[in-house]
């Protein structure tokens, strides 16, 4: 392990050089630092020009000036980090890569896990129903996704989720056809999921209408979209559905002594409703108590699913502790909601919470809930718009996986064992259903976080892309240079965490020296 580790970092400390000596000339022979100069018609220009050219060394060779900055690179590993700065301006491009960096992490990491999970749900879903209709549907909609342009998915979303949800906020009235049109989509699409016998798929039509519709008089009834919350009755059906959702996927329902830990922890989550709630008009909330609250309820949930006990009580606390989680999360949700009214009533709101560009609202800080509400408003666009790419390509990738294990010889074995589906799905086929994602999650997350330019200038989300392309316009090197350090070596650690993933994933992989 050792001698692979030292070659992996000579490897890797090779790389970032060869590809940052590569980036510094091109990046040189891109960008013109005079430009502006050359155009310039005010008396003194040629003074001008030789001032600046002094300035920035332009008159050594580029290679020199490339071991120039190299020198203050590579004083990063002592602590001192010196990557030059904005010439205009003389800001560090330390501290505009602090920033840009925080931006796009802000945005790429909401958007990032939910297409990995939905993508990869429903692409095994897909798997599990080949050639069914919900199968030719979601490979019709993954493949209209993947195709679309990503500036004009944008531009829709502020449209219609922006703007005309917002004019909608005004006087929000459903119309009927509406409420049909979701129980009807919404009925069909867990039908088709769910598959089986006609007489299955006909009662499962049912429910899902039913509960589509219970659900749709709901939001109607009670002004949802006005005054949002969930309140007590809410959080407690959410919680043991999650129970009961949780504990089919994790060992099954046929496990009690798991169910029961889980609809335990349910139950807790509910009896600490109005607690919890008290709490926060009394503490000064913040996101390191709310993520210390978070892995307080996944600990109260291994110590539930110990208690519980068992042959296999190590299993009934993993699953309680998933379950606890969600559960913790519904009870933010709940506080977050409550203060909708007093976000949307703010003067630099005015009524209108989904923002169409910016990361915040100019001149809004009132609080921790407010100023989460005004995050959430500003991330839900761009989020959306990545979402929407990453998971056409996800689901394909899951759906094609999946395919491929469960035509293995293990897997007919395991049936012919008489395991039941779950088992044979979530414990044989699953986790090796995974391994060809093992190479491509990481490098889709590094290549968001290197940018996701379009998004983050339609959006004007002043993250990683923002800064690259807006500094290759003003014909800047330093900064670039920068971006493109961070990029090379977030690129690097891609590729190891993705060998290490596949050691963990399939057992029959191993690092070897």
């Not at 598959?195 to 429910?207: D, N, S, Y």
């Not at 749709?216 to 559905?241: E, H, K, R, S």
């Not at 976000?343 to 630099?348: P, R």
């Not at 395919?403 to 010889?409: I, T």
Request: proline content about 4%; overall charge neutral; some cysteine.
């Amino acid at each position: 392990m050792l001698m692979f580790l030292a070659r992996r970092l000579m490897t890797s400390v090779l790389v970032v050089l060869v590809s940052t000596v590569v980036m510094y000339v091109l990046v040189d022979i891109a960008i013109d630092p005079l430009e502006d100069l050359r155009t310039d018609t005010r008396p003194g220009a040629e003074d001008r020009i030789a001032a600046r050219t002094a300035m920035l060394d332009l008159d050594s060779p580029v290679l020199l000036r490339y071991l120039d900055w190299l020198s203050g690179a590579s004083r990063c590993l002592i602590g001192s980090c010196d990557l030059g700065r904005d010439w205009r301006t003389g800001t560090p491009t330390t501290e505009l890569l602090s920033g840009a960096v925080t931006t796009t992490l802000q945005l790429v990491t909401v958007a990032t896990l939910l297409a990995i999970i939905l993508g990869v749900f429903v692409g095994i879903v897909s798997a599990l129903r080949q050639y069914s209709g919900f199968d030719y549907g979601l490979t019709f909609v993954s493949f209209v996704l993947y195709s679309l342009p990503t500036f004009w998915v944008a531009v829709l979303l502020k449209q219609f989720l922006a703007i005309k949800f917002n004019d909608f906020l005004d006087d929000p009235q459903i119309a009927w056809w509406f409420h049909a049109l979701v129980v009807l989509g919404t009925a069909t699409v867990v039908m088709a999921a769910v598959g089986g016998t006609v007489a299955r798929r006909l009662r499962v039509f049912g429910i899902a209408a039913l509960v589509s519709l219970a659900v749709m008089l709901y939001v109607d009834l009670t002004d949802f979209l006005v005054t949002p919350g969930l309140g007590i009755v809410l959080v407690a059906v959410l919680g043991v559905g999650m129970a009961f959702g949780i504990t089919a996927l994790s060992t099954g329902l046929s496990d009690r002594r798991s169910l029961y830990a889980s609809l335990t922890v349910a139950a807790l989550g509910v009896a600490l409703y109005y607690p919890v709630l008290y709490l926060w008009y009394y503490v000064d909330a913040s996101w390191p108590i709310v993520l210390g609250l978070g892995v307080l309820a996944v600990l109260v949930g291994l110590g539930v699913g110990l208690a519980w006990g068992g042959p296999d009580r190590w299993t009934v606390a993993r699953t309680a502790a998933i379950t606890a989680l969600p559960v913790a999360g519904l009870l933010f949700v709940d506080r977050l909601m409550s203060s909708w009214d007093n976000y949307v009533d703010h003067g630099l709101i005015r009524g209108r919470p989904i923002s169409t560009a910016s990361r915040r609202t100019p001149g809004f800080d009132s609080g921790f809930w407010l100023n989460t509400l005004d995050l959430f408003g500003h991330l839900l666009l761009p989020t959306l718009t990545l979402v929407l790419i990453s998971f056409a390509s996800y689901s394909r990738y899951s759906r094609a996986s999946t395919l491929e294990v469960l035509g293995q010889d293990y897997i007919r074995t395991a049936r012919a064992k008489g395991l039941t589906e779950r088992t044979v799905i979530m414990r044989h086929a699953f986790r090796n259903a995974l391994i060809p994602l093992a190479s491509i999650v990481p490098v889709d997350i590094i290549t968001l976080v290197g940018g996701a330019v379009i998004t983050e200038r339609i959006f004007n989300w002043r993250g990683m892309g923002w800064l690259f392309a807006n500094y290759l316009d003003a014909n800047v090197i330093d900064p670039i240079m920068g971006y493109l350090l961070v990029i090379a070596i977030l690129a690097v650690v891609a590729n190891f965490v993705a060998d290490l993933f596949y050691a963990v994933l399939d057992p029959r992989i191993r690092v070897a020296a």
